[in-house]
């Protein structure tokens, strides 16, 4: 597994989670970084991404809450998830993409409580 996430959790509505994804191999500001999730019975839907042209692009339902960024240094991506809802929870992947991988964290569970 090249890409380790940490950070999920349970959590109540309105409150914040910080998620991680350390990266094994070296990260390069021109890969593409990003956040997927995918709640029970439903297809795996992107959140938000930084894209190899740096632009950064969000889901339309987390706009506002949540912030993609990235440490090249630490060779780390975070995913800071704000006013969280109930309809946020599921398990969320890390995906890197270069021109020779397309890495894939193992998932974390945020579980969002009302």
């Known amino acids: 597994v090249q890409l380790q996430a940490s950070g999920g959790g349970l959590v109540q509505a309105g409150g914040s989670l910080r998620l991680s994804c350390l990266y094994s191999?070296?990260?390069?500001?021109?890969?593409?970084v990003g956040w997927y999730r995918q709640a029970p019975g439903k297809q795996r839907e992107l959140v938000a991404m930084?894209?190899?042209?740096?632009?950064?692009d969000y889901a339309e339902s987390v706009k506002g809450r949540f912030t993609i960024s990235r440490d090249i240094g630490r060779k780390t991506m975070y995913l800071q998830m704000n006013s969280l809802k109930p309809e946020d929870t599921a398990v969320y992947y890390c995906?890197?993409?270069?021109?020779?991988?397309?890495?894939w964290g193992q998932g974390t569970q945020v579980t969002v409580s009302s």
């Open positions: 191999r070296s990260m390069s500001s021109s890969y593409a």
């Open positions: 995906n890197i993409k270069s021109r020779a991988y397309n890495d």
């Open positions: 930084i894209n190899s042209d740096r632009s950064i």
